[in-house]
């Protein structure tokens, strides 16, 4: 099993459209967590953090749930510029990235 | 936006050739690591440093070597390089604010390409 995974899509939405990605990690002593955003071809960048009581950066939630050891991203009226593959990073002593999950925005 | 940079940005070089893939940094940054990944497909982590003189193999193993002489030069090299070692190689480096947040910027990567 792996220590964090990702459903790797593709999850084709259409613009306005609300969509939740969730990652789940198995190393329970985790402290902290990350999406980040990788575009075609293009370097990872950091989206946001994931805090314990969840955080929110405009469009863009986060949440952690521990119990269930998952972090989940929620993006709200997507734009086509959202397109990318969202990665789950997480932090158990190291950092530790998922596969990604690919989102695809339609008019 | 991050101060990472690395060069050269496409390579295409021939089997058995030794190349040097460069990574600098302007932020003074501790940390320092390289990546290794294919379309589609997850980082692999296959090297990194904590400071100067200090580098460490990643969970991925790698024929290639690194060295850290300054903070702000992390350079890796394949000595002899194959065709199974096309892929992306992505430097980053971190800065570590406290309590585990430790937060990465990436380079644009390198997409090495062996004949």
């Known amino acids: 099993r792996k220590e964090v995974e990702q459903d790797p899509g593709p999850f084709n939405v259409p613009e306005g459209a609300t969509v939740a990605f969730n990652c789940t990690y198995s190393?329970?002593?985790?402290?902290?967590f990350f999406w980040y955003r990788q575009d075609c071809r293009k370097e990872p960048k950091l989206l946001m953090s994931?805090?314990?009581s969840g955080n929110e950066d405009g469009r863009f939630t986060a949440q952690l749930n521990r119990a269930s050891q998952y972090i989940s991203l929620l993006i709200r009226d997507s734009k086509l510029s959202d397109s990318a593959t969202y990665l789950c990073?997480?932090?158990?002593?190291?950092?530790?990235f998922g596969t990604g999950t690919r989102l695809q925005v339609f008019p | 936006e991050a101060d990472i940079y690395q060069t050269p940005r496409y390579l295409v070089i021939g089997t058995g050739k030794k190349i040097t893939l460069e990574c600098s940094q302007t932020?003074?940054?501790?940390?320092m690591y390289w990546y290794q990944q294919d379309p589609g497909m997850e980082l692999h982590l296959i090297h990194y440093?904590?400071?100067?003189?200090?580098?460490e193999k990643g969970d991925l193993s790698s024929e290639s070597t690194v060295s850290r002489i300054r903070t702000e030069h992390f350079p890796l090299t394949l000595e002899s390089a194959r065709p199974s070692h096309t892929s992306q190689y992505l430097c980053?480096?971190?800065?570590?604010?406290?309590?585990?947040?430790?937060?990465?910027?990436f380079g644009s990567g390198t997409q090495l390409s062996v004949l």
């Open positions: 440093s904590y400071g100067v003189n200090s580098t």
């Open positions: 994931v805090y314990s």
């Open positions: 990073v997480v932090n158990p002593g190291k950092l530790i």
């Open positions: 932020m003074g940054h501790d940390k």
């Open positions: 980053a480096s971190s800065e570590v604010p406290g309590q585990g947040l430790e937060k990465l910027f």
């Open positions: 190393n329970s002593a985790s402290q902290s």
